[in-house]
């Protein structure tokens, strides 16, 4: 790969890093623009992974010494990751590829849909712990994306984030911190796994990788500094994005566009909906809240 690929690459890296540290997604962005310099897909997928291990890395150091992280859950969160993870890695994919689109888009509409009807989650600290019904469902939610950030990672801190706001009733600083350090472990799992595989780039790896430890760092500073307002906002336009362009992605792959513009119109609601939320759920809100959580 020529020098100035090298330097164009970094630059989306750096830009995506910094994002992402805030909303997740990276992948998303990542492996695509590797793909489209040429960089096989297997080699991408790895040697991307090396390089988020090194963002989380740098996206967690600004919150340590702040009392963000909540330490309660973590022993257990860790260990779900590392053993989801590493059945990621090892499998590859647990389902066929064409249905991970869908998959991805319609758990992200999940959490639109949520967020929509409860629009103080994750903005003010919550009293008290949550049921055990939402606990045990936010462990095994950890576990199942663990499998799924061990194998691609697109979209994976996007929803950890989500059980955390939703299931775990963290603020968004604190649930952006605690994910970041959890995502150290299943970057770093599947990492290894793919090093001996012999998938990782390293050249390449090591100067994304360097990059986003800076956009990582940047981030979690910008997170320090933003109201959990702002965080929830930057989250939900992600949430929106990232539910489009994977139901798009889906429908293209079955060559339906009827379909194709259903879906597009279905994400575009719902970015309009995050953005101007009507008053008649809050009653539904209330019910979740006394109900379930």
Known sequence: MSVGSILILAVIFLIASIISTIAGSTSLIT???????GVDPRIAIATNMLALTFMSVGGTLPFF?????????????????????????????IVPSKSMPLI??????????????????????????????????????TFILGIYGGFFSGGYVTLLTAVCVMLFRMTFVEAIATTKLINIFSSLIATLIFMKQGLIDYQLGVILGGVMFIGGAIGGRMTLKLSNVWLQRIYLTVVAIL????????QQQHHSDNRNFVTSVAGLSTAFWLLYPST?????????????L
């Open 31 to 37: 492996v695509p623009v590797m793909l489209e310099f």
């Open 65 to 93: 010494g702040k009392g963000i992280i909540k330490t309660g859950r973590l022993p257990l969160l860790i260990f779900l990751t590392l053993i989801g993870s590493i059945l990621g890695a090892l499998l590859v994919i």
């Open 104 to 141: 991805i888009s319609l758990s992200t509409i999940a959490v639109a849909i949520f967020s929509v009807t409860n629009r103080n989650a994750g903005l003010v600290p919550v009293e008290g712990i949550p049921s055990p019904i939402a606990e045990i469902t936010g462990y095994i939610a």
């Open 243 to 250: 539910a489009i362009v994977t139901l798009r992605k889906s």
């Open 280 to 292: 008649k759920y809050k009653q539904f809100s209330s019910m979740w809240n006394r109900e379930i």
